[in-house]
């Protein structure tokens, strides 16, 4: 297993456009992160599935984000009518129910909203 | 005001230095987490400490878990370049899901 992977690294966009991310968690872990990270801030959290369920969502995941996991293995997280303050890295982690070990973090997908 | 508050919010040193950085809170934790972060990267787990006053040494990083278990620190000795990155602690909540703080963006200068 080579970790947790994330498509595409980078991402630049008009406003207005939707934009869709894929995130390959680690194959023995069953939950699943969304984080989002602005410059210079610690990662702020969007919303985590175990297994297939998602479980819960922050206040920060408006209606024109939605994330999918639809067999328990990967995951999407789509953005519609994308905004200029969109524009962050986008994280991905998984780990095991106790998170005592850790999460593991992918490399993130960039977006730019131009 | 954020859960975690990290200080100083930035560092720059010079190779050899000494440094501390701080995780400060109110609230009282089960455990704690140490990330470093390098730039285009996602965050990578130093250690988790878990019992007051507890200490654990990675190579020239100590952590320590306050008394109280309500702050952390992180001393590095003789940083090195390779040290430059953002250094985040977190805190998992009661459905295991990791709070971070706002990081102390360090740089050591050759």
């Known amino acids: 297993d080579t970790g947790v992977s994330q498509n595409p690294r980078h991402k630049i966009t008009k406003r207005g456009q939707n934009v869709t991310f894929r995130c390959d968690p680690i194959?023995?872990?069953?939950?699943l992160y969304w984080y989002r990270q602005t410059l210079g801030q610690g990662p702020e959290f969007l919303t985590y599935f175990q297994n297939e369920a998602q479980l819960e969502k922050s206040r920060l995941l408006s209606d024109r984000f939605s994330a999918e996991r639809p067999k328990g293995s990967f995951s999407t997280l789509e953005i519609q009518r994308t905004e200029q303050g969109d524009s962050a890295m986008y994280l991905c982690?998984?780990?095991?129910?106790?998170?005592?070990?850790?999460?593991?973090f992918g490399s993130g997908t960039r977006l730019t909203v131009v | 005001t954020q859960l975690l508050e990290q200080s100083p919010q930035f560092l720059s040193i010079q190779e050899g230095e000494n440094l501390t950085v701080y995780c400060n809170s109110s609230s009282v934790f089960s455990s704690l987490q140490w990330y470093r972060q390098e730039p285009g990267e996602g965050p990578v787990l130093l250690v988790t400490?878990?019992?007051?006053?507890e200490v654990k040494k990675l190579k020239r990083l100590t952590f320590q878990f306050g008394d109280a278990r309500k702050d952390s620190s992180l001393h590095i000795t003789a940083a090195q370049p390779g040290d430059t990155g953002l250094y985040l602690c977190a805190v998992t909540n009661a459905g295991n899901m990791l709070t971070f703080g706002g990081g102390t963006r360090l740089m050591v200068k050759p």
């Open positions: 400490v878990v019992t007051g006053g």
């Open positions: 982690a998984s780990s095991f129910v106790v998170s005592a070990y850790g999460y593991t």
């Open positions: 194959s023995e872990h069953n939950r």
